[in-house]
């Protein structure tokens, strides 16, 4: 692994990411997926995007708190990446070169589906915000937690605190995120596996944790 300016970050620890729409669970599953790793003696580190570092977490509410109109979609995705070169290298890269294994609540993935098939902003723009940023590292496993938009959404508004901007948006875009998400997934599948999360919290868990063994040997 290497980060934006080629520096090694080879080492036993890994860096799993949790995706998906709105009121898909990630957070709930990531707590669960933490437990489960540290219980096969594994040293855990939970985080999330936009966040995860104390600078990061000041981009976070310019981006989820407010009114939908606030930003355009390549505006948002230039503070996504100004965030996350923050948390890769303030948490995610330090905590890897431990041998910690690392659990993202999102990552660049969201910023595609978000911005790009929910918004419209060229790939061609986030693969070079990518490169900038983030450089060679990849997740070595993405799960995409799926489940039906509108369950989603009414997941999300039992839960409603500040941060609603996304969630505000249209219906419309809320599909074209979800389609985006899959089809990242079908285009990257030795990375990415799609979870269904339309079941009971511990049918999830044990999903993920079966990915998990299988992919990565955890």
């Known amino acids: 692994m290497t980060d934006a300016s080629g520096r090694s970050h080879a080492s036993s620890g890994r860096f799993i990411t949790l995706e998906g729409g709105e009121g898909a669970g990630k957070s709930t ?25 104390p600078g990061a977490e000041m981009i976070r509410k310019l981006l989820v708190e407010g009114p939908v109109e606030r930003w355009d979609g390549t505006t948002e995705a230039l503070l996504h990446f100004a965030a996350r070169r923050e948390h890769l290298r303030s948490t995610v890269w330090p905590a890897l070169m431990r041998g910690d294994w690392v659990l993202s609540d999102r990552f660049a993935d969201s910023t595609l589906a978000y911005q790009g098939y929910g918004h419209g902003v060229d790939r061609g723009i986030f693969d070079q915000l990518y490169k900038v940023a ?28 500040t941060e609603t901007r996304y969630e505000s948006l249209p219906r419309d875009f809320h599909a074209r995120v979800r389609s985006g998400f899959l089809e990242i997934a079908n285009q990257d599948p030795k990375r990415c596996m799609v979870i269904d999360a339309t079941g009971s919290i511990d049918s999830i868990a044990a999903a993920i944790a079966g990915a998990a063994s299988e992919r990565l040997g955890a």
């Open 134 to 161: 983030v450089g060679d590292f990849r997740p070595d496993l993405t799960l995409i937690l799926d489940l039906p938009i509108e369950t989603g959404l009414l997941r999300a508004a039992a839960r409603r605190g």
């Open 29 to 53: 599953q990531i707590a669960r997926l933490k437990s489960w790793l540290e219980g096969r003696g594994r040293t855990v580190v939970a985080t999330r995007e936009p966040g995860g570092s």
